[in-house]
């Protein structure tokens, strides 16, 4: 489809394990976020990429995250030496700088990532 | 301090009836969005509706509209006519500043709605 894809959709590590979780955003978006769901909570964000600029990294709560974007398409989230209160669903949005009106985000299915 | 209040963790409505969900939200820059969004059990995101703050009247988008009181802010979705398909969850989310193309969103926890048939 067009939308925003994630892989994985779940996840399953051991605690001290490195994880890699890939979005793909909508082709032509330019903004590319990042953000995490703890169970029953809401959305905390992680990280944002647009174009070229240097990535607003605010959000990562610790140098355990990191985060790539290669140009306008795939990023890759790394999660080191994983820990259990890293698990969550990790989702990934994407926007188009040209909507004006609304800065709608459209989001992906997320990674469910499980730390044991 | 909470940036977005949603005081509602969950909520059940008779089929057809209107509902109403509650948000307020806390900021000190006169130019922000208020967004609503539904995620059903799949867990996607999905867009509702957007309101300005400098917009004059309140967001409509077919079954749903904003509530927007700016002197209280609150930005309360209201959902008319339920539906089955309506049951989800919902979150309230802010934009601080018009920086286009920097839509970093503070979200709400969120209120599970569930219709009853």
């Known amino acids: 489809g067009a939308g925003v894809s994630q892989s994985p959709s779940n996840k399953v590590t051991e605690k001290g394990k490195d994880v890699e979780l890939r979005c793909d955003p909508i082709s032509g978006h330019t903004a590319l976020y990042w953000y995490r769901q703890r169970l029953g909570q809401g959305l905390e964000f992680l990280i944002y990429?647009?174009?070229?600029?240097?990535?607003?990294k605010s959000g990562l709560p610790s140098d355990r995250f990191s985060a790539e974007r290669t140009g306008e398409s795939v990023s890759t989230l790394t999660i080191q030496r994983t820990q259990q209160e890293d698990s969550a669903v990790y989702l990934c949005?994407?926007?188009?700088?040209?909507?004006?009106?609304?800065?709608?985000?459209?989001f992906g299915e997320g990674s469910r990532l499980t730390v044991l | 301090a909470q940036k977005i209040t949603q005081t509602q963790p969950g909520m059940f409505v008779q089929e057809k009836e209107a509902v109403t969900l509650d948000c307020t939200y806390d900021?000190?820059?006169?130019?922000?969005?208020l967004f609503w969004y539904k995620q059903p059990s799949s867990g996607e995101m999905i867009f509702l509706i957007y309101?300005?703050?400098?917009?004059?009247q309140n967001a409509t988008e077919g079954r749903y509209s904003l509530n927007f009181q700016k002197a209280r802010k609150s930005a309360n979705l209201v959902i008319s006519a339920s539906q089955l398909g309506d049951s989800a969850m919902y979150f309230c989310a802010m934009r601080e500043g018009f920086n286009f193309g920097n839509e970093k969103l503070t979200f709400g926890t969120g209120t599970r709605l569930t219709i009853i048939p």
């Open positions: 900021t000190s820059d006169p130019s922000y969005g």
């Open positions: 309101q300005g703050s400098y917009d004059q």
């Open positions: 990429f647009q174009g070229n600029s240097a990535p607003d």
């Open positions: 949005a994407s926007s188009d700088q040209g909507q004006l009106n609304t800065g709608e985000l459209f």
